[in-house]
């Protein structure tokens, strides 16, 4: 039987940042996974243990220099991203990427709408006219849980909540039914009743568009919830992998088992 290809296959990556007298910090220090499509993989670890690291070296946002991909390689559907020229990156990231990060207040742009802000990669890379894509804002609007959708594109935002705000991210991730959706920390920044929210979200959003989702989080909670598979780092490294189930029943390296230990 013909074997799938994983939607992200990800081999040896190390990503180095230069501290200058010939120090290194190693942020990535030689990490291998891969994600199938329509799966969710949990990527856990400390702060400072190379999550953030990972997902900007295969989105290739990494602030360089200092920051540095020095060996590895990434593939997304079979196409390695580090033989692409940043035209094409940027090409990747504008189609079949989806982006969400911790704080939407530092992502979305105060100075534009919210239906401009959603409109415009809708134009760029669907090729939509300005009528069309806004139309298409409201309906992802609206998809998010924004019934007023038609007022919301006409606000700017500092008018929304946070929780709000992460929701038009989710609502701009997935214009371009990206084939990957990379989430770092989506809920961390958000009170504990919109978390919620934003999580059931998420599991409504795969099921509707079967995107795979690579989502970063240190809340063993969101894991169970959410998850099909986990990866934990510490200090640049993948110390354990297992499914879910694996992970909570059998934890095998300490600091899995730690992390387990301290939840709530
Ligand atoms: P996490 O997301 O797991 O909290 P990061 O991926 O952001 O961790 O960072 C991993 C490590 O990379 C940090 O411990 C730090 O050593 C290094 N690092 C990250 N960003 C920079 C930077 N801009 N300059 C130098 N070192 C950095
Ligand atoms: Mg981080």
New binding site residues.
Partial sequence: METKQPVLKVENLKTY?N?GDDKV?K??DGVSFHIDEGETLALV??????????S?SIMQLI?SP??EIIDGSISLSGKNLLDLSEKEMVHVRGNEMGMIFQEPMTSLNPVFTIGNQIAEPLMKHKKMKKKEALKEAINLLKLVGFPRAEQIVNEYPHQLSGGMRQRVMIAMAMSCNPKLLIA?EPTTALDVTIQQQILDLMIDVKKKYGSSILL?THDLGVVAEVADRVVV?YG?QIVEEASVYNLFTEPKHPYTVGLLESMP
């Fill in positions: 940042f501290l910090a942020a990535v670890g400390e702060s400072g243990s190379g999550k953030s690291i990972t900007l602030p200092p920051g770092d970063i780092m640049g």
